[in-house]
């Protein structure tokens, strides 16, 4: 992906980026391009794994828990951990 490519990428959801690079996997196992095709493929796809796991990460930082009281009854939220 150029740069130009890159910016396409900004406000894609993470359900298109993943069709995208479903699409890229596909070509590449079926061997559908020629070597040259297929190595600007891989970073495209690269590209889009990593904007992917970004979103991801971003989804899980949002996640709060919620807290327990000793009696039982939720009290309030703290922000997912994720370690």
Do not use: W
Request: proline share 4%; aromatic share 4%.
């Amino acid at each position: 992906m150029t740069g130009a490519d890159t910016a396409s990428l900004d406000g894609l959801s993470f359900e298109a980026a993943l069709a995208r690079l479903e699409k890229i996997v596909h070509q590449l196992e079926a061997g559908e391009v020629d070597l040259e095709a297929s190595i600007g493929l891989y970073e495209q796809g690269q590209q889009l794994k990593a904007y992917c796991e970004a979103k991801l990460k971003a989804a899980q930082a949002r996640i709060e828990l919620i807290q327990v009281g000793p009696d039982g009854e939720p009290k309030g939220t703290r922000p997912f951990d994720a370690e």
